[in-house]
């Protein structure tokens, strides 16, 4: 049976990939940060937080990392644990640094000392790429990122990266476009307007206030790209793929589809901080503009090339944009029934 240890095991991503890696036989342990309340839901909610184990662990505290990897003999590490909204990273700058950046050459240090046969994966993300230097964004895009959350995530990308080069360790980047689920961060944009758009269809007349609605981005389904993690990490020699759809959609067109599964007929009017839009069949106004939502520097356009991870990974996303806004409409919609 492998073994196989999860950073952020309590977010999103780290709750489908425990999913995926239980049906493929692993003994899955994780890391939960220690807090007033502990927060399991999300395992929870794909009912598997009995199946497995769970360690206090933080990527800020290097001795706590150590004791993690020298008990543990894993065979593989998905290092998934972030300060993961771009938001907060002009709030807490240091702390995405630290966390996001440092805690990667932490975790490499470790393993380099006391586990080099662990196999190791960075979530790496598409917000490297920031101000898009080419479209299509593939593996050979240079970056140019946009928000303290994005430069961390370069130096935890080339530390990566380095690492596989100076000590010859199996240690993979996937370099991941938006991926959102039911399980989504409830402040994330997508997760924001499905939840709000579901109270709507039940009878509130509170609409959703959004910042730019211009912003394109490529967004997957999560249970997709869980898999393309583990399968970089199967692969003989280590390397760095893009995974995404090759679609790119705006913020504006995200709330047409969401709002659209739930029978709302959009209809958008205004421009800028004045744009609204009205469901034509009830006359109620759903979305707001306000300027507090708009970020210091924004990442207008995100589109991915996840050719590579398709011929060497056989990896494709299966659901498109329009699926997953309806997924997640339908499910924030059935949680409030
Ligand atoms: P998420 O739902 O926000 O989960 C982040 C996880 O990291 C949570 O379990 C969180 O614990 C944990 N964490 C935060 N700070 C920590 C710290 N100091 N020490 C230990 N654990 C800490 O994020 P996600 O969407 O699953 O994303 C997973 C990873 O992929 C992240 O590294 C993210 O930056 C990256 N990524 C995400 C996307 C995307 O579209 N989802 C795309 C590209 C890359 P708490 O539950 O205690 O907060
Ligand atoms: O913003 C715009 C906002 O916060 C998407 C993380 O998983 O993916 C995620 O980062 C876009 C931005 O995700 C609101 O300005 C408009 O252009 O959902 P988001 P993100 O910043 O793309 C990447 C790949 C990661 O790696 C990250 O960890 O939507 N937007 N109005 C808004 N965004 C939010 N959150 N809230 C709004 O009201």
């Known amino acids: 049976m492998k073994k196989a240890f999860i950073t952020g095991i309590t977010g999103q991503d780290g709750a489908y990939l425990s999913q995926f890696l239980l049906e493929k036989g692993y003994e899955v342990h994780g890391g ?12 929870e909610q794909l009912g598997v937080e009995k199946d497995v184990h769970l360690h206090e662990f933080d990527l800020s505290e290097g001795n706590n990392i150590f004791r993690i990897i020298r008990d543990g003999e894993y065979d593989e590490f998905y290092n998934l644990a972030a300060q993961s909204f771009v938001g907060s990273s002009w709030d807490q700058p240091i702390y995405a640094a630290d966390v996001n950046g440092v805690g990667v ?21 598409s917000e490297m790429y920031g101000l898009v230097q080419e479209v299509p964004q593939s593996e050979t895009t240079r970056f140019y990122p946009r928000s303290p959350y994005g430069v961390a995530k370069v130096y935890g990308h080339y530390i990566t990266t380095n690492y596989r080069e100076s000590f010859d360790m199996h240690a993979s980047c996937g370099i991941l476009f938006n991926h959102e689920s039911p399980l989504r961060g409830k402040e994330f944009v997508t997760r924001k307007i499905t939840m709000a758009l579901a109270k709507i269809a039940h009878g509130s007349d509170d609409p959703v206030v959004l910042g730019n609605l211009n912003a394109k981005r490529d967004w997957g389904f999560a249970g997709d790209y869980v898999k393309g993690m583990w399968a970089m990490l199967q692969q003989d020699q280590a390397d760095d793929y893009v995974l995404a759809t090759g679609e ?26 004045n744009e609204v839009a009205v469901d034509a069949n ?12 708009f970020r210091p520097a924004e990442v207008d356009l995100l589109i991915g090339d996840p050719s590579k991870a398709q011929k060497a990974l056989g990896w ?9 806004a309806s997924m997640m409409a339908k499910a924030d919609y059935d949680n409030l029934s």
């Open 105 to 125: 050459a932490r975790i490499l240090d470790t393993l380099r000392t006391i586990s080099p046969h662990t196999r190791f994966y960075q979530a790496s993300t």
């Open 248 to 273: 790119t959609t705006t913020i504006r067109d995200f709330v047409t589809f969401a709002a659209e599964a739930l029978d709302m007929k959009p209809e958008w009017d205004g421009e800028g901080i």
């Open 316 to 324: 494709t996303a299966s659901v498109d944009v329009r699926e997953l």
């Open 282 to 293: 009830t006359g109620k106004r759903i979305i707001e503009i306000s300027e507090k939502f």
């Open 32 to 43: 939960v940060r220690r807090i007033s309340q502990p927060e399991t839901v999300r395992l």
